[in-house]
């Protein structure tokens, strides 16, 4: 079965760039989407078919997909940004929905 | 605005049977697949199962294979996860979730806690 792989945890200060990234063999051939989720409440699509943010995301929030990483990136990065953060795939060959592990995004 | 209401949660012993319902509204609910996505306490976000516009596709994960179906009533804007067989391991926050193109989730619920627990 296809795998996501994202690092466990990114720490950024306020005001800095933030990249979260999203392992999986020959990524770039499929449309990742992200979402956000704060404790307690349910995610939130942040970003779609790669680089495309849904109404209501900041520009703040841009993404990349190539090779074998997608990528997600936070540009001047605000404390309300702190967040588990999951890309996500829809893998044709086994006809699953596939999230990563989730990537906590810590503010410092 | 789109809404997204689960319900149906609650605890159930091992082996024992759920039914979750998800009514939504705000859009045409005909015209879109739905997705029910779980998390278990302190965990990530785990695909459950999906079910095409007319209901006639279903997709369901390898873990709940067999002992969850999916379906919906386009009448009633309603989307539905029948769990049977229920285990431990299956205790989550259970998300309903509008499914755009490309299998992403647009919209989402705010979830019902499944607890299965003798």
């Known amino acids: 079965s296809y795998v996501l792989t994202q690092p466990p945890s990114v720490s950024v200060a306020p005001g800095k760039t933030a990249k979260i990234t999203c392992g999986g063999k020959?990524?770039?051939?499929?449309?990742v989407h992200w979402y956000q989720q704060k404790p307690g409440q349910a995610p939130v699509l942040v970003m779609f078919?790669?680089?495309a943010r849904p109404s209501g995301i900041p520009e703040r929030f841009s993404g990349s997909n190539s090779g074998n990483t997608a990528t997600l990136t936070i540009s001047r990065v605000e404390a309300g940004d702190e967040a588990d953060y999951y890309c996500?795939?829809?893998?044709?060959?086994?006809?699953?929905?596939?999230f990563g592990g989730g990537t906590k995004l810590t503010v410092l | 605005e789109v809404q997204l209401l689960e319900s149906g949660g609650g605890l159930v012993q091992p082996g024992g049977s759920l039914r979750l319902s998800c009514a939504a509204s705000?859009?045409?609910?005909?015209?879109?697949?739905m997705t029910w996505v779980r998390q278990a306490p302190g965990k990530g976000l785990e695909w459950v199962a999906s079910l095409s516009v007319r209901g006639g596709d279903t997709l369901v994960a390898d873990s709940v294979k067999g002992r969850f179906t999916v379906s919906r009533d386009n009448s009633n804007s309603t989307v539905y996860l029948q769990m049977n067989s229920l285990r431990a391991e299956d205790t989550a926050v259970y998300y309903c979730?509008?499914?755009?193109?490309?299998?992403?989730?647009?919209?989402w619920g705010q979830g019902t806690l499944v607890t299965v627990s003798s």
């Open positions: 705000g859009f045409t609910f005909s015209n879109y697949a």
């Open positions: 078919y790669d680089s």
């Open positions: 020959n990524i770039g051939s499929k449309s």
């Open positions: 979730g509008k499914a755009a193109a490309g299998w992403g989730i647009s919209e």
């Open positions: 996500q795939v829809w893998d044709s060959s086994s006809d699953h929905v596939v």
